[in-house]
């Protein structure tokens, strides 16, 4: 346990070295905005990039695994929408709010340094996979369920647009698609090139944790919503339990994969839902508390999980 805790600490004080510095600081949250820029779509996209075009084509062969683990955060997302809008009366569109809340972790920040600090190098191949599989089923979800519950109608034309359009020019999803064709072609940059990738990827994690904590500064926590009560042990229990049933039974799956892949639904909630949350003006207060309080949970549910993956207890 020690081990581990060795492991995960440096990295959750990233956060934490973040909020003291917003606390502090008090940088209004406009100032955080080159920061998000510059971690999604310079420094991320090459931490894609240079794993996946390294790894053999068979590796990408796992489609049986992929959509287990997508089809397993769907069912959680399911769970949240239905027990909002049959249980608490909620509206189509905050029950949406409270499923992206359940199901949608901060697999992008927290994903990618998390499962390389704790299963090595390798395991950022499937971190990317299943990270693309998950947003592209979230920006399908979303905005059709939005779409649906919005008091004014319209063109489904422009709604599948905006979906299609949400897919293709994400820059995660572009860069793996990249990191695909590259591993395709046994295809590297030249030297100076992959200089520059490989210094962009170390820059990912630091920054990333840096913003996360800065982000959860920002928007403190006013007070803890009812609904909290049922949507933390969802996200930080009941998701990586049914990724884990869902995925530990394929056979001929790297132990890595299936760790990275519970390592991701074990995540706290993405700020990303946030953001969605406040562009359809649903959920906001409630669903910044559930990011607040889920991430500071997580430090214990996600070092516990690493420890139970590193010692063999779930395979």
């Given at each position: 346990?020690?081990?581990?805790i060795?492991?995960v600490?440096?990295?959750?004080?990233?956060i934490?070295?973040g909020?003291i510095?917003?606390?502090?600081a008090?940088?209004?949250?406009?100032?955080?905005?080159?920061?998000?820029f510059?971690?999604?779509?310079?420094a991320?996209p090459p931490l894609?990039?240079?794993?996946?075009?390294?790894?053999?084509l068979?590796?990408f062969?796992?489609?049986t695994?992929l959509?287990?683990?997508?089809?397993?955060?769907l069912c959680?997302?399911?769970?949240?929408?239905?027990?909002?809008?049959l249980?608490r009366?909620s509206s189509?569109?905050?029950?949406t709010?409270?499923?992206?809340?359940?199901a949608?972790?901060n697999?992008?920040?927290l994903?990618?340094?998390?499962?390389?600090?704790a299963?090595g190098p390798?395991?950022?191949?499937?971190?990317?996979l299943?990270?693309?599989?998950?947003?592209?089923m979230?920006f399908?979800?979303?905005?059709?369920?939005?779409?649906i519950g919005s008091?004014?109608?319209e063109s489904?034309?422009?709604v599948?647009g905006r979906i299609?359009?949400?897919?293709?020019?994400h820059p995660?999803?572009?860069?793996?698609?990249?990191?695909l064709?590259?591993?395709?072609?046994?295809?590297?940059p030249?030297?100076?090139?992959n200089?520059?990738?490989?210094?962009l990827a170390d820059a990912?994690?630091?920054c990333?944790?840096?913003?996360?904590?800065v982000?959860?500064?920002?928007r403190?926590?006013?007070?803890?919503?009812?609904d909290?009560?049922y949507?933390?042990?969802i996200?930080l229990l009941?998701h990586?339990?049914?990724?884990?049933l869902?995925?530990?039974?394929?056979?001929?799956?790297?132990d890595?994969?299936?760790?990275?892949?519970?390592?991701?639904?074990?995540l706290?909630?993405?700020?990303?839902?946030?953001?969605?949350?406040s562009q359809?003006?649903?959920w906001?207060?409630?669903?910044?508390?559930m990011i607040?309080?889920?991430?500071v949970?997580?430090?214990?549910?996600v070092?516990?999980y690493?420890?139970?993956?590193?010692?063999?207890?779930?395979?």
């Amino acid at each position: 346990m020690i081990e581990v805790i060795g492991l995960v600490a440096p990295l959750f004080a990233l956060i934490l070295l973040g909020y003291i510095s917003a606390r502090i600081a008090r940088i209004p949250i406009e100032g955080l905005a080159w920061l998000n820029f510059f971690v999604i779509y310079i420094a991320l996209p090459p931490l894609f990039f240079r794993y996946l075009s390294v790894t053999p084509l068979s590796e990408f062969a796992n489609t049986t695994f992929l959509f287990s683990a997508t089809g397993a955060t769907l069912c959680v997302f399911v769970l949240c929408f239905a027990i909002a809008k049959l249980y608490r009366r909620s509206s189509t569109r905050d029950s949406t709010i409270q499923g992206l809340a359940g199901a949608y972790g901060n697999i992008g920040y927290l994903g990618p340094p998390l499962a390389i600090a704790a299963f090595g190098p390798e395991a950022g191949v499937p971190v990317a996979l299943v990270f693309c599989l998950d947003n592209t089923m979230h920006f399908i979800v979303a905005p059709l369920l939005m779409a649906i519950g919005s008091d004014k109608r319209e063109s489904w034309i422009l709604v599948i647009g905006r979906i299609i359009k949400n897919i293709i020019t994400h820059p995660f999803i572009i860069a793996t698609i990249i990191g695909l064709l590259a591993a395709y072609h046994q295809y590297q940059p030249p030297a100076p090139v992959n200089k520059l990738l490989h210094s962009l990827a170390d820059a990912a994690a630091p920054c990333a944790l840096f913003a996360l904590g800065v982000t959860a500064a920002i928007r403190p926590l006013k007070r803890i919503p009812v609904d909290l009560s049922y949507l933390l042990p969802i996200k930080l229990l009941l998701h990586p339990l049914l990724v884990y049933l869902a995925v530990s039974w394929i056979p001929g799956v790297p132990d890595y994969w299936v760790y990275s892949a519970v390592l991701l639904a074990s995540l706290p909630t993405a700020t990303n839902v946030f953001v969605i949350a406040s562009q359809y003006q649903s959920w906001e207060q409630r669903v910044s508390s559930m990011i607040v309080i889920s991430t500071v949970l997580s430090v214990v549910t996600v070092t516990g999980y690493i420890y139970l993956a590193k010692n063999g207890y779930l395979l």
